[in-house]
């Protein structure tokens, strides 16, 4: 049960802080479809951030000694400097779409298609391959929070809830955790939250009570972009082996499901996170899941193809969206350009 909870954690953060993305772009009135583009984007900037860092003799030491402190300080850094870039990223979709009043699917769609092919290429240039690695060695374990770091023997017995939620758990997650509280505070509790959503719903009337929607629109899409970069590192260090490779296994598309599973709200985007998240573990891990507890793994041993294990988390997306897309209510003026001389 711990290991099942842990690994779907893994797989239920990044879709939740990314589909948090979607929605501060889809409630200023920006359809963002380039979340998977910006993901990629993101874990490429987090990845090359770490390997180039451990250049510097503070980061050096720390890599030779595995001193967990300094790491998870460059760990934040590079959550930090994918966030940065993934909203300069997202720039381009601003732009295109609130200046330039393109269709804003395309827009999406384009990014999309122009991030992996960027990120490879720029892959190939550093790396002389197609995968760039954060670190030499067991990388992912030095980023994870351990007994030992609060003083703990390894072999001290911390019973269900601390073997689950401290132990072996990385601090991004609790990161992107909190930062997915305070931003639906903001989405929701705040002045700022309450114009951000009048633009996505009637900019007009928006507009006609001082609020500047072609600014609430950027600021939505760029906190969109930073979501999406961090959780794109966060995809990269918990999931892909500490590795860009151009790729988040579909992963941005996924967190738009759950965005409209979750019907743009925070706590529905939560629950369907962990739904999808768990889906997306028994599928990557179904040979390692004891369900009893008596050493053997029922999944495993079932007669079902692994392939059919694999295509979980899409068919459950599949089946998810055609019953509840008719009952979710989007943001009457997403994806439509605003034009101040309409009324």
């Not at 460059?74 to 779409?97: D, I, K, P, Q």
């Not at 990014?111 to 197609?130: G, K, T, Y």
């Not at 114009?195 to 899409?221: F, H, W």
């Not at 988390?313 to 009952?327: D, G």
Request: glycine fraction near 10%; proline fraction near 2%.
């Amino acid at each position: 049960m711990t290991f099942l909870i842990q690994q779907t954690l893994l797989y239920a953060v990044p879709l939740m802080i990314v589909a948090l993305a979607g929605v501060f772009a889809e409630r200023s009135g920006i359809i963002n479809l380039a979340l998977e583009g910006i993901m990629i984007f993101g874990a490429f900037i987090g990845v090359l951030f770490v390997n180039m860092m451990q250049g510097f003799a503070l980061f050096h030491d720390a890599f030779a000694a595995k001193s967990w402190l300094t790491l998870q300080g460059l760990e934040l850094l590079a959550m930090l400097a994918a966030g940065v870039m993934g909203a300069v990223f997202s720039l381009l979709l601003s732009f295109a779409s609130v200046n330039l009043k393109a269709d804003q699917t395309i827009g999406g769609t384009a990014l999309n298609l122009m991030a992996p092919a960027l990120v490879l290429f720029l892959i190939r240039i550093i790396a002389n391959q197609n995968t760039l690695g954060m670190a030499e060695g067991d990388a992912a374990s030095w980023f994870m929070i351990k007994k030992s770091t609060f003083g703990i023997d390894r072999k001290t017995d911390l019973g269900f809830l601390g073997e689950t939620f401290i132990n072996k758990v990385y601090l991004a997650t609790y990161v992107c955790i909190l930062l997915f509280v305070v931003l639906s505070v903001l989405l929701y509790k705040t002045k700022f939250g309450l114009r951000l959503r009048s633009c996505g719903e009637n900019p007009q009337a928006a507009d006609s009570l001082g609020i500047n929607v072609y600014k609430m629109r950027y600021a939505g899409t760029t906190i969109s972009g930073a979501l999406a970069g961090m959780g794109g590192f966060v995809y990269a260090l918990t999931t892909a082996n500490c590795a860009s490779t151009g790729d988040v296994a579909g992963f941005g598309f996924l967190a738009l499901a759950v965005m409209i599973f979750g019907n743009w709200k925070p706590l529905n985007i939560a629950g369907a996170a962990l739904l999808f998240g768990l889906f997306k573990c028994i599928a990557a891990s179904y040979a390692s899941i004891d369900i009893n507890g008596d050493g053997v793994c029922m999944l495993a041993s079932a007669p079902i193809s692994s392939h059919v294990y694999r295509m979980l988390p899409y068919i459950i997306t599949l089946v998810v969206l055609a019953f509840t897309s008719k009952k979710s209510r989007a943001p009457k003026a997403e994806g439509i350009p605003y034009d101040k001389g309409q009324r």
